[in-house]
């Protein structure tokens, strides 16, 4: 005889039951603290849908105006994000960080994702840089640049030079991705997310400040990035920053570090993300 274990939940669970805790609150704050909260105490409370719930839609090709409808009828609209000044995605990001899966679920659950998030990222980045303005020469110098093979001599080895045309190499690279993306997820719809163009100010400033004190590398690719951020999509401008600073382990002030960190989040990134990306911090 073995035991059966089971949930009873004697209430509603996972988004929908969120959204009347939400609304069981309506005269108290609901600011993004207290629903975060919540969100976390309704997992610890051993109902694991709600962040299932909550990566399903990140995972899903949904445009982020959707998204926010869903959400807001969701929940009831007793918590609007906007209203936070929080994008929906970069949102969504936060309350699946509060809402781990469990033990199980992850370890079921993380490759899957990954095997399907990593080639979809990759192909959108790509896509955007294959269909942009920029010159073959610009998209070669960035390539080589993040990738570090700016000293690669391909007349020892003529495998070597399979990137020495970025655009042509980018375009085999957003194949595989297609193909990869067939095996894992046939439903998967190519889909370009709306750029971020309330921060490329922002960006901007801080790839100009990076290229005027920082390694050759990063001063000699800072036109191709400002380009990127301007034309292409902010957030892939940031991003192509960072891998840039660590890959060449330039040291980057506490200041500075903080203001990455606080752009980041503003553009999603999860904390994860950022204390990997992050080049280490000087005084």
């Known amino acids: 005889m073995r035991e059966l274990y089971y949930f009873d939940h004697g209430q509603d669970f996972g988004l929908s039951g969120f959204a009347g805790t939400l609304c069981s609150r309506a005269t108290?704050?609901?600011?993004?603290?207290?629903?975060?909260a919540l969100a976390g105490a309704q997992t610890d409370d051993e109902d694991?849908?709600?962040?299932?719930?909550?990566?399903?839609?990140?995972?899903?090709?949904?445009?982020?105006?959707?998204?926010?409808?869903v959400w807001l009828a969701a929940v009831r609209r007793c918590f609007d994000p906007a209203e936070?000044?929080?994008?929906?995605?970069?949102?969504?990001?936060?309350?699946?960080?509060?809402?781990?899966?469990?033990?199980?679920?992850?370890?079921?659950?993380e490759p899957e994702f990954l095997d399907r998030v990593r080639p979809t990222v990759t192909e959108e980045d790509v896509?955007?840089?294959?269909?942009?303005?920029?010159?073959?020469?610009?998209?070669?110098?960035?390539?080589?640049?993040?990738?570090?093979?700016l000293y690669v001599d391909a007349s020892f080895d003529a495998d070597e030079g399979f990137d020495a045309d970025a655009r042509?190499?980018?375009?085999?690279?957003?194949?595989?991705?297609?193909?990869?993306l067939r095996e894992v997820d046939p439903g998967y719809v190519p889909y370009l997310s709306p750029a971020r163009t309330d921060l490329a100010g922002?960006?901007?400033?801080?790839?100009?400040?990076?290229?005027?004190a920082e390694a050759?590398?990063?001063?000699?690719?800072?036109?191709?990035?400002?380009?990127?951020?301007?034309?292409?999509?902010?957030d892939l401008g940031f991003r192509l920053l960072l891998q840039i600073l660590f890959t060449y382990d330039v040291p980057v002030p506490d200041a500075r570090s903080d203001r990455y960190r606080a752009l980041g989040e503003r553009l999603g990134f999860s904390a994860d993300h950022l204390d990997d990306q992050?080049?280490?911090?000087?005084?």
């Open 28 to 36: 108290l704050r609901t600011d993004v603290p207290v629903v975060l």
């Open 48 to 69: 694991d849908q709600l962040g299932r719930d909550v990566r399903l839609l990140l995972e899903s090709p949904l445009p982020d105006e959707v998204l926010h409808a």
């Open 84 to 109: 936070e000044g929080t994008d929906i995605r970069c949102w969504l990001r936060r309350v699946a960080e509060v809402c781990p899966p469990c033990t199980r679920e992850r370890e079921r659950a």
């Open 127 to 149: 896509r955007l840089l294959l269909d942009s303005a920029l010159s073959d020469e610009a998209v070669t110098a960035l390539w080589r640049t993040a990738s570090r093979r």
């Open 168 to 180: 042509a190499w980018l375009d085999r690279v957003a194949r595989a991705c297609r193909e990869r």
């Open 202 to 212: 922002a960006v901007l400033r801080e790839v100009r400040e990076a290229a005027s």
């Open 216 to 234: 050759a590398e990063v001063r000699d690719v800072a036109h191709v990035l400002e380009d990127v951020v301007a034309t292409v999509d902010p």
């Open 278 to 283: 992050l080049p280490r911090r000087t005084d």
